[in-house]
């Protein structure tokens, strides 16, 4: 359940009263209940005394969002690249070259990085190996960084994103000569 207005006013309530010295002003309050509208009220109020529980000063949103953050991260982990290699591994001695839709990964992250890779992994020569490895590294970590930087902005950013891409996309098309029917 997302936060609302007066469950983001409890959580300033709460936070002020921490902070007995702190003035807790209507802007405040009104600029928290923006920022944190789209966040889940019961992440909000966790991340509100973790933050109180760590700092002399009253929480930024910045604070704030650095905690929840913390806690999405650990309730669903990216799995790091070694793991990725591991499950790739598991799966080509499992299925084998000729099977990749009998393949199971846990994360459609490590799916989609071990597609690219799945040739090289089944057909690797020993000596091969490394370098492989390391550029299986490489690009799941790139991919891994943008996912984390994608659950890291709030959901009115990733809209927008979306739209300026559809319109990139758009332009594309009518400067290659396809159709304009948008």
Same mark, same amino acid.
Request: proline share 4%; with cysteine.
């Given at each position: 359940?997302?936060?609302?207005?007066?469950?983001?006013?409890?959580?300033?309530?709460?936070?002020?009263?921490? *902070?007995?010295?702190?003035?807790?002003?209507?802007?405040? &309050?009104?600029?928290?209940?923006?920022?944190?509208?789209? @966040?889940?009220?019961? &992440?909000?109020? @966790?991340?509100?005394?973790?933050?109180?529980?760590?700092?002399? *000063?009253?929480?930024?949103?910045?604070?704030?969002?650095?905690?929840?953050?913390? /806690? #999405?991260? @650990?309730?669903?982990?990216?799995?790091?690249?070694?793991?990725? %290699?591991?499950?790739?591994?598991?799966?080509?001695?499992?299925?084998?070259?000729?099977?990749?839709?009998?393949?199971?990964?846990?994360?459609?992250? /490590?799916?989609?990085?071990?597609? &690219?890779? %799945?040739?090289?992994?089944?057909? &690797?020569?020993?000596?091969?190996?490394?370098?492989?490895?390391? #550029?299986?590294?490489?690009? *799941?970590?790139?991919?891994?960084?943008? #996912?984390?930087?994608?659950?890291?902005?709030?959901?009115?950013?990733?809209?927008?994103?979306?739209?300026? @891409?559809?319109?990139?996309?758009?332009?594309?098309?009518?400067?290659?000569?396809?159709?304009?029917?948008?």
């Amino acid at each position: 359940m997302m936060a609302t207005p007066a469950e983001v006013m409890k959580v300033c309530a709460f936070m002020a009263a921490c *902070y007995p010295n702190f003035k807790l002003q209507k802007a405040t &309050i009104d600029s928290y209940s923006d920022l944190f509208a789209d @966040t889940d009220a019961e &992440i909000l109020a @966790t991340a509100a005394k973790q933050s109180c529980r760590g700092s002399e *000063y009253f929480p930024t949103p910045a604070r704030l969002f650095a905690a929840i953050d913390v /806690i #999405q991260a @650990t309730a669903n982990p990216i799995p790091d690249h070694t793991q990725a %290699w591991d499950e790739l591994m598991r799966e080509v001695r499992r299925v084998g070259f000729m099977a990749w839709s009998e393949t199971k990964f846990t994360s459609e992250l /490590i799916r989609d990085v071990a597609k &690219i890779y %799945w040739r090289d992994a089944c057909m &690797i020569d020993l000596d091969q190996l490394p370098t492989v490895r390391a #550029q299986f590294r490489d690009s *799941y970590n790139a991919r891994a960084g943008r #996912q984390q930087q994608q659950r890291t902005m709030l959901p009115g950013t990733n809209a927008l994103i979306k739209q300026l @891409t559809d319109r990139l996309d758009v332009s594309k098309r009518l400067l290659s000569g396809g159709d304009n029917n948008e």
